[in-house]
């Protein structure tokens, strides 16, 4: 399959480029920071931001991107599933 922009650079406007499944965890961070996190079922999703505040986004809605720049997933307060990191 050819890219048509094959020596664009990414930025943080544009779409993701790839996908990873997120088991939420209190103690391991991501193996990498997400550019965004798609939950495709929806509910409480406790994170841990890049710069380190911990926050809870309560009744977050099904199939939704957020452009949230998080380390990681915390289990404990966390009723969202089908967790996803974009990059």
Do not use: C, H
Not at 15 to 25: L, R, V
Not at 47 to 72: C, H, Y
């Amino acid at each position: 399959m050819s890219d048509p922009f094959p020596y664009t650079a990414t930025g943080m406007s544009g779409p993701a480029i790839d996908a990873f499944a997120i088991t939420p965890d209190d103690a391991i961070d991501l193996a990498q920071i997400t550019r965004a996190l798609y939950s495709g079922a929806g509910g409480d999703l406790a994170v841990i931001m890049q710069g380190g505040g911990a926050v809870t986004f309560k009744a977050v809605p099904a199939g939704v991107i957020l452009p949230l720049r998080v380390k990681r997933v915390m289990s404990t307060g966390t009723t969202a599933l089908d967790l996803r990191g974009l990059v």
